[in-house]
């Protein structure tokens, strides 16, 4: 099956730094991608939908030059933190498909905590 | 406006016991709908799906749903359950935009 793999697992920087992350698409192309925020003990949040070749299309209430989405190939989407702070601590999570018959392949998680 | 709703927060049950995990969903049309598990610091696992047909669905690790139009409902169910199924369990139903609307989740607890 498709399988999505996400990194880094973890991650710790310090608060007005940026942070990447990273989702790989490893036995598909993956045309669109989904971008969300699971806070501690909540579902999740989408944030953003990245196209490949396109401008990401955001959620109402995401900051678009916080959260910097690039999906430049088939096979990679990328999620940039800039300019972190501790309010932006939490659990990311991407996820894709060839199609919604499979339903949609997560990636195992980035937990990012800013200091 | 699409929606999922999963009434139980929290649901605990002894190990062995039969698991039914409640879902009802807002939409439309004939919804096309998903059960995820989630482990503690992981990503979500698709453990079955609904589009048509067959009411019934199985899914993996002995899970299986239902789909009552009349009810608006899509219940996980699992005869026995292992204490390796202590997770949390979302409902989601795919819209019309493309995307998947999730519920609340629901964190099951199994007792020894």
């Known amino acids: 099956g498709a399988v999505v793999s996400q990194h880094p697992s973890w991650v710790i920087c310090k608060s007005g730094t940026s942070v990447k992350i990273e989702c790989r698409s490893l036995d598909f192309q993956a045309t669109t991608m989904f971008w969300y925020r699971q806070f501690p003990k909540q579902s999740l949040m989408l944030m953003a939908t990245?196209?490949?070749?396109?401008?990401?299309?955001?959620e109402q209430g995401v900051e678009k030059d916080k959260f910097l989405i690039n999906h430049a190939s088939l096979t990679l989407s990328t999620l940039t933190v800039t300019s972190a702070h501790p309010e932006d601590s939490s659990f990311y999570i991407c996820?894709?498909?060839?199609?919604?018959?499979?339903?949609?392949?997560f990636g195992s998680g980035t937990r990012l905590t800013v200091v | 406006a699409q929606s999922v709703t999963q009434p139980d927060i929290h649901i605990t049950v002894s190990e062995g016991a039969s698991l039914e995990l409640r879902c009802n969903y807002s939409y439309g049309a004939t919804p096309y709908l998903f059960w995820y598990v989630q482990s503690p610091g992981q990503g979500l696992q698709l453990l079955l799906k609904?589009?048509?047909?067959?009411?019934l669905v199985q899914g993996i690790k002995g899970f299986e749903a239902e789909f009552k139009r009349s009810q608006s409902s899509f219940n996980l169910r699992k005869p026995s359950v292992h204490w390796s199924d202590a997770a949390e369990y979302f409902c989601?139903?795919?819209?019309?935009?493309?995307?998947?609307?999730f519920g609340q989740g629901t964190e099951l607890s199994v007792k020894p």
């Open positions: 996820s894709g498909g060839e199609g919604i018959s499979d339903g949609y392949t």
């Open positions: 990245s196209n490949e070749g396109s401008k990401a299309t955001y």
């Open positions: 989601a139903v795919y819209n019309q935009g493309g995307k998947l609307i």
């Open positions: 609904y589009f048509s047909g067959d009411t």
